[in-house]
């Protein structure tokens, strides 16, 4: 089945940690990805987003993330988390294909210690 | 920036009656809508997706004579939930779309909960 993997459910970090969030999707052909993110108590925003052109993708906030097309791959980093980083981050992937539509992962929860 | 707003944020309804949710685009024209549900510790989970004028596509497994949709105009989509139970209680959210490829923009939600 077409499905959007997020590795880690749960990450806790400490401050100043550098962050990887695993990505990976099934869906053949063009993509477009997208990383969200969800503060507490916030809605989801847009963190980063890759149409085409530079592989690495740069977002708000220090985010970044590189797809690698051979690994169906759409990892998100950041070299030093912040306490304010604490949320929910969910990839999600828009497989044209596919009728269009945005299939989440199941979301991963990182909390920085401070 | 786009702004999609979404009413109400919370609302507690008694088992068997009918909620509506609506979903506005504040500053552009939202040719197509989706409609998610979360559960709780899941991922948001795409029960629809519509498109202004014509009838809502559904995803396998939503009843779409429970969940009605409409998209009236290229501002307004609304999710009515007929004949509410308890196991209907979850948040939804509602994202929209402007002209050609362009990232969602997601409202902040609606908490329904069904006594």
């Known amino acids: 089945a077409q499905s959007v993997s997020q590795h880690n459910h749960h990450v806790i970090l400490s401050e100043a940690a550098s962050l990887e969030l695993g990505c990976n999707y099934s869906?053949?052909?063009?993509?477009?990805l997208f990383w969200y993110v969800q503060y507490p108590g916030q809605h989801l925003q847009l963190l980063l987003k890759?149409?085409?052109?530079?592989?690495l993708v740069k977002g708000i906030k220090g985010f970044e993330a590189e797809f690698i097309k051979s690994k169906f791959s759409f990892n998100l980093r950041k070299p030093s988390v912040q306490w304010s980083d604490t949320a929910e981050y969910f990839c999600?992937?828009?497989?044209?294909?596919?009728?269009?539509?945005?299939?989440f992962g199941a979301g991963t929860i990182l909390r920085v210690k401070s | 920036g786009a702004v999609v707003s979404q009413h109400p944020s919370r609302v507690i309804c008694k088992s068997g009656t009918s909620v509506k949710i609506e979903c506005r685009s504040l500053?552009?024209?939202?040719?197509?809508m989706f409609w998610y549900r979360q559960f709780p510790k899941q991922s948001l989970m795409l029960m629809a997706t519509?498109?202004?004028?014509?009838?809502?596509?559904?995803e396998q497994g939503v009843e779409k004579d429970k969940f009605l949709i409409n998209h009236a105009s290229l501002t307004l989509s609304t999710l009515t939930v007929t004949s509410a139970h308890p196991e209907d209680s979850s948040f939804y959210i509602c994202?929209?779309?402007?002209?050609?490829?362009?990232?969602?923009?997601f409202g902040n939600g609606t908490r329904l909960t069904v006594t």
């Open positions: 994202s929209a779309r402007g002209l050609g490829v362009s990232p969602l923009h």
């Open positions: 869906y053949g052909g063009t993509v477009n």
């Open positions: 890759y149409f085409s052109g530079d592989p």
């Open positions: 999600a992937v828009n497989a044209l294909e596919y009728g269009n539509k945005l299939v």
């Open positions: 500053d552009f024209q939202a040719t197509t």
């Open positions: 519509s498109n202004e004028g014509s009838k809502a596509t559904y």
